[in-house]
């Protein structure tokens, strides 16, 4: 070869490696060109504050959340999936977090209640808590192919410390994927996509156990029941406000009055008998007779009653209207 075609590319590559800001970053430029560096993606720290909830206000409802067990098929607590495309940064096709997935699941479920208002209590504290989340994470991959796909399916229940009973348990799935685009993947990349899906399971569980808490237990949460708006999951059942010395007469009762947001529908599912677990998209919300409000859309509403058979259908909720669905329940 001409020494003079063999110094070209080297001069694009020193010229490339002398606008990077560090070796650190050269190294990473270099590696991802030819599918150097580790596998190990970095996730610590990444919770960006444009992604943080606002602040909200504290509750008395105080909480610990456990390790969530991790129950993947394949293992390794650590492994996030396989990369057939080349990831910038990674060599090899493992694709491998800096720490366990349960570990990295809790994490975010302490961080999404902390938004919420809870208080999350730890250490020598978490003995005072009035309730316990834990769970399992049933699927968490997410794999880079021609096009990414992730799929993350976690179960959470939330137990009252006090009494000891379960208070909710649900099943939350989310599945998508996307194309990364000509240029494909850095591991920057496969990690905030890992965290939007993960995200997407966390927010949805901690409404739904919201929901759920604040319309049985509304004094922990300084409310009256159904005032709490939570989008697309909240139980809207408000009593009728009482006016002023109409208290002391024993004949004035309030009726539940039901407050729809005029960007949302009305929800009431009914079953014979009563008192069958109500799940929608694979989310539990309570028991019948249950009445929620809901962002407008599809749902897939699945009943379930001990020795009677599980009855499933899907429901349109429309926008300022009332949807009622009435179940007969089969042994």
Same mark, same amino acid.
């Given at each position: 070869?001409?020494?003079?075609?063999?110094?070209?590319?080297?001069?694009?590559?020193?010229?490339?490696?002398?606008?990077?800001?560090?070796?650190?970053?050269?190294?990473?430029?270099?590696?991802?060109?030819?599918?150097?560096?580790?596998?190990?993606?970095?996730?610590?720290?990444?919770?960006?504050?444009?992604?943080?909830?606002?602040?909200?206000?504290?509750?008395?409802?105080?909480?610990?959340?456990?390790?969530?067990?991790?129950?993947?098929?394949?293992?390794?607590?650590?492994?996030?999936?396989?990369?057939?495309?080349?990831?910038?940064?990674?060599?090899?096709?493992?694709?491998?977090?800096?720490?366990?997935?349960?570990?990295?699941?809790?994490?975010?479920?302490?961080?999404?209640?902390?938004?919420?208002?809870?208080?999350?209590?730890?250490?020598?504290?978490?003995?005072?808590?009035?309730?316990? *989340? !834990? %769970?399992?994470? +049933? #699927?968490?991959?997410?794999?880079?192919?021609?096009?990414?796909?992730?799929?993350? $399916?976690?179960? &959470?229940?939330?137990?009252?410390?006090?009494?000891?009973?379960?208070?909710?348990?649900?099943?939350?799935?989310?599945?998508?994927?996307?194309?990364?685009? *000509? !240029? %494909?993947?850095? +591991? #920057?990349?496969?990690?905030?996509?890992?965290?939007?899906?993960?995200?997407?399971? $966390?927010?949805? &569980?901690?409404?739904?156990?919201?929901?759920?808490?604040?319309?049985?237990?509304?004094?922990?949460?300084?409310?009256?029941?159904?005032?709490?708006?939570?989008?697309?999951?909240?139980?809207?059942?408000?009593?009728?406000?009482?006016?002023?010395?109409?208290?002391?007469?024993?004949?004035?009762?309030?009726?539940?009055?039901?407050?729809?947001?005029?960007?949302?529908?009305?929800?009431?599912?009914?079953?014979?008998?009563?008192?069958?677990?109500?799940?929608?998209?694979?989310?539990?919300?309570?028991?019948?007779?249950?009445?929620?409000?809901?962002?407008?859309?599809?749902?897939?509403?699945?009943?379930?009653?001990?020795?009677?058979?599980?009855?499933?259908?899907?429901?349109?909720?429309?926008?300022?209207?009332?949807?009622?669905?009435?179940?007969?329940?089969?042994?």
């Amino acid at each position: 070869m001409n020494p003079l075609s063999r110094l070209v590319p080297m001069a694009v590559l020193l010229s490339a490696v002398a606008g990077c800001s560090s070796v650190k970053d050269a190294g990473n430029t270099m590696g991802g060109w030819i599918g150097g560096g580790d596998s190990t993606l970095i996730t610590a720290g990444q919770y960006p504050a444009a992604d943080s909830p606002a602040p909200a206000p504290g509750y008395a409802a105080t909480m610990r959340v456990n390790k969530y067990s991790d129950e993947r098929k394949h293992g390794n607590p650590r492994l996030l999936g396989i990369s057939s495309q080349l990831v910038r940064g990674v060599r090899g096709e493992h694709l491998l977090l800096d720490q366990d997935m349960a570990n990295l699941v809790m994490t975010e479920i302490k961080n999404r209640f902390a938004a919420e208002g809870y208080q999350v209590l730890e250490g020598s504290a978490a003995g005072d808590a009035i309730f316990e *989340v !834990s %769970g399992v994470v +049933k #699927d968490f991959t997410l794999n880079v192919r021609n096009r990414d796909e992730i799929n993350i $399916t976690i179960e &959470t229940t939330v137990k009252d410390l006090r009494s000891g009973a379960t208070l909710w348990s649900g099943l939350v799935t989310e599945k998508s994927d996307r194309f990364a685009g *000509v !240029s %494909g993947n850095n +591991k #920057d990349d496969v990690v905030a996509y890992m965290y939007k899906g993960l995200r997407v399971v $966390t927010n949805k &569980t901690v409404d739904a156990v919201s929901a759920s808490l604040m319309a049985s237990q509304p004094g922990l949460f300084n409310l009256t029941p159904g005032t709490r708006a939570i989008p697309g999951v909240t139980v809207h059942v408000a009593p009728a406000a009482i006016a002023p010395g109409d208290g002391a007469r024993p004949d004035n009762k309030s009726e539940p009055v039901p407050l729809v947001k005029a960007s949302a529908g009305l929800l009431l599912v009914n079953t014979t008998p009563s008192r069958a677990k109500v799940y929608l998209d694979g989310v539990y919300y309570g028991m019948s007779p249950l009445r929620l409000e809901m962002e407008p859309g599809i749902y897939a509403v699945l009943v379930k009653l001990n020795s009677y058979k599980a009855a499933t259908e899907k429901v349109s909720v429309r926008k300022g209207d009332k949807t009622e669905m009435e179940f007969d329940l089969e042994r």
